[in-house]
C-alpha cells in the first residue's frame, strides 16, 4: 500500500501545531489521536514519552516519528503534525522536526509496527513529498497527500 490512510484518520491531522516543546507537541498529538481512535491520551502520551527518553526519534529533514506499543490496540494507529515552531527530535542532522508522525501499535504485533515505521519512512523520504507536506494549505489538503491523491508519482 502507497498510502497511510490506514493509519492517519482525517481527524488526526494537525495542519499547525503551536508547541513551545517536544513535550508539548508529544501530549498535543497524543490528545488528539485519543481523541480520534477512542485511546487513553495519558497512555498514548506516556508511551511515545518513554521511547523519546531512550533516543529521539528525529530522522533527519525535518521529520520525526515517535512511536511505541500501546494496549488495547487491534491495528498500528497515527497522527500527523506540522509544528510550528519546529522541535528538537534528537536527528542525526540537528535538525528541528516540524513533520512529525506519531505512531501506537498493540505490543504483541511488533512486526506490523515496524511495517507501518518504515512505510513512514518510505514515504517521507522523497523531498517533494515533505516539500508538499509543508506547503499545504490545510488538514484537506493534508489528508490527500497522506492519502496518496497527491503524491503518487513520489511513492
Known amino acids: ?27 498535543q498529538m497524543a490528545d488528539v489521536l485519543a481523541r480520534s481512535a477512542g485511546i487513553d491520551a495519558r497512555a498514548a502520551f506516556d508511551t511515545v514519552l518513554i521511547r523519546e527518553r531512550l533516543n529521539g526519534t528525529g530522522l533527519g529533514e525535518g521529520v520525526a516519528t515517535p512511536h511505541g506499543p500501546l494496549a488495547g490496540l487491534s491495528r498500528p494507529i497515527a497522527a500527523f503534525a506540522r509544528l510550528d515552531p519546529p522541535q528538537d527530535f534528537e536527528a542525526l542532522d540537528n535538525r528541528p522536526a516540524d513533520l512529525v508522525f506519531m505512531l501506537l501499535s498493540p505490543p504483541d504485533k511488533s512486526a506490523d509496527h515496524l511495517k ?5 519512512s518510505r514515504f517521507l523520504k522523497h523531498p517533494d513529498v515533505r516539500e508538499k507536506l509543508r506547503a499545504a494549505r490545510g488538514g484537506d489538503e493534508l489528508y490527500a497527500l497522506i492519502c496518496g491523491a497527491l503524491h503518487s508519482d513520489a511513492a
Open 1 to 27: 500500500m502507497n498510502d497511510l490512510s490506514d493509519l492517519v484518520a482525517a481527524d488526526a491531522i494537525m495542519p499547525r501545531l503551536l508547541t513551545t516543546s517536544r513535550r508539548q507537541a508529544l501530549q
Open 116 to 120: 507501518a515505521l518504515a512505510r513512514i
